[in-house]
């Protein structure tokens, strides 16, 4: 470990070989889809799945349009330069700069089928800037509290936890139906060179082309993270480290309230061609502490940056390890197919067979693109994603594939077949999107693991077929109008609604949702699951 930190401070402060830079582009899917028409070019080289994005010169067009979309240079006044045009502070200098924003997200709904007035309530912050060429910083923070529809808020009872957010501080119902939470995003960002992005803090990553990932997206909370992205030719290799907690299983150790583990992610995605990309992809999550209160620490083996090798290597600790393969292909200029392919159990046996002791395994294929019928701003996505029971789970419930018992890929977690398209075009200031989800899975009975919920231990002698269980059958439409405000921070009015009907042998749970409001920020809330 220290003389991993060596090099890195050696590299960081001895090298100057060509201009860097650190800035990276805070992920959502809203956010992302709008580079497609950049980023999907077949006169672009760009690695396109690996988030977020590093600021580059083939993204830096489009990022200024999307960032000063509907700005009207020729209004002078401050009050209407800082409403619709500007950050709150925003500071320009050769030596650095610096922006900051108060961000809120203030809405009200109703979910016409449990009969509840939802409603959300957040203030939040954020503040970034870079030193030079080669750092950038980013932090924002949020306080929020919020009644949800009810299948939304029937997963956070059930877990304590707001999807993709943090722990709910009402868990116990002191006020019966709200929501409480926050949680902060921090992160540093350093190029010592053009070719390495050294990245330190509290954030997500997401890897793939598609809406969702099989390998790892930004459903979980955000995790402390170590994250090194390096590019060479036409080869990008991202090694990182995390730190993942688990709040429903006892701890062992006195450190903080939830029992922690160990991650370790690595990378590689090679463009074979400004067409044709491939990549690979293995994980390892490794628990602090075992059942018996024997606590490891971090294990020297998973800084290794030789791909796969924390996998091969002999570890100190029992672990969870994944192994997973992307493609892309730009069938048309703008437009790409891609693929994941995961392995979990890892056996020389056949990979696809219905016993637990082969290759559990999930399989994603899309195809996604701008400008469709020739219409600029017009982008889409339409994705199959599959996945059998007991992936992602482990014989112990902490090397799950999990952060707070949330999935680190698929919000169904496993054992599930599941399509998804979305369109979303935009006109000015004006956003439509239009999204569609079908799904078939097998839920748990009261006294099986049929494999879904990917935080409970792998159970043995079982079988693996996908639906499984109690087979139900998930149908979901959202749609969504918004009006841009200031494109700085994504301040915009939106109206949305939804439609959810979960169908199964024990009968049929439907929301209709309609909600409005005032919001802000890039950041990603999922209610498609």
């Known amino acids: 470990m220290k003389k991993l930190i060596l ?23 809203q956010l992302d889809q709008k580079f497609n028409s950049s980023v999907y070019s077949t006169n672009s080289s760009i690695h396109t799945s690996l988030k977020p994005f590093l600021l580059d ?24 330069r800082k409403l619709f045009n500007e950050h709150l502070f925003d500071v320009k200098t050769k030596e650095y700069t610096f922006y900051g924003d108060y961000l809120t997200d203030f809405g009200y709904g109703r979910d016409f089928s449990d ?12 503040f970034g800037g870079t030193v030079g060429d080669k750092f950038f910083f980013y932090t924002s923070g949020f306080e929020n509290s919020g009644k949800f529809a009810g299948y939304y808020k029937d997963v956070v009872t059930r877990y304590g936890f707001v999807p993709g957010q943090a722990y709910d501080r009402n868990y116990n119902g002191k006020t ?16 010592p060179i053009k070719q390495l992005n050294i990245t330190l803090g509290t954030d997500k990553t997401f890897i793939g ?5 099989l390998l790892l997206s930004d459903y979980s909370a955000n995790y402390p993270l170590l994250r090194l992205t390096a590019n060479v030719g036409k080869v990008q290799y991202m090694m990182m480290w995390a730190y993942l907690e688990d709040m429903q299983l006892p701890k062992f150790d006195t450190f903080g309230s939830n029992r922690r583990k160990w991650a370790a992610f690595h990378y590689l995605d090679w463009n074979v061609t400004n067409k044709l990309s491939l990549g690979f992809f293995n994980a390892l999550i490794a628990q602090e502490a075992d ?5 490891h620490g971090f294990d020297a083996n998973y800084i290794n940056p030789v791909f796969f090798a924390s996998s091969l290597g002999p570890s100190s600790q029992p672990d969870n390890v994944l192994v997973g393969f992307t493609g892309k292909y730009k069938i048309f200029d703008k437009t790409a197919v891609y693929a994941q392919l995961l392995l979990d159990n890892i056996k020389t046996g056949d990979a696809f067979s219905g016993s637990l002791s082969d290759n559990a395994n999930g399989f994603q294929v899309g195809i996604r693109g701008a400008d469709l019928f020739k219409v600029e701003g017009f982008n889409y996505l339409f994705e199959y994603n599959t996945v059998k029971p007991y992936t992602y789970s482990s014989p112990q419930a902490i090397t799950s594939y999990t952060d707070y018992s949330q999935p680190l890929a698929d919000p169904i977690g496993a054992n599930f077949r599941e399509f998804i398209g979305i369109l979303n075009y935009t006109y000015g200031r004006f956003d439509f999107m239009g999204q569609v989800n079908y799904a078939k899975y097998g839920l748990n009975s009261a006294i099986m693991n ?28 959202e749609g969504t109008v918004s009006y841009l405000i200031n494109p700085k921070y994504n301040m915009r009015f939106e109206l ?7 169908k199964n042998d024990l009968g049929t749970r439907k929301t209709t949702q309609i909600t409005f409001g005032i919001r802000s920020t890039f950041r990603s809330m999922y209610h498609d699951f």
């Open 7 to 29: 090099l890195l401070v050696i590299i960081a402060f001895s090298v100057n070989l060509s201009k860097a830079q650190a800035v990276y582009i805070p992920y959502s899917y």
């Open 57 to 80: 010169s083939t993204l830096r067009p489009t990022y200024n349009a999307i960032m000063n979309r509907g700005v009207d240079t020729n209004r002078k006044a401050w009050a209407w």
């Open 115 to 126: 009969k509840i007035t939802t409603n959300i309530n957040t203030r939040g912050f954020q």
């Open 176 to 191: 019966p139906g709200l929501t409480d939470w926050s949680y902060v995003t921090a992160i540093m960002s350093y190029s």
């Open 209 to 213: 082309d598609g809406y969702r990932s």
């Open 291 to 295: 059942d018996n209160g024997k606590f």
């Open 450 to 477: 049929y494999g879904k919920d990917v935080a409970l231990p792998t159970p043995s002698n079982t079988t693996t077929n996908i639906g499984q269980g109690i087979t139900t059958s998930l149908y979901y439409t």
């Open 496 to 502: 949305g609604g939804l439609v959810r009907n979960e």
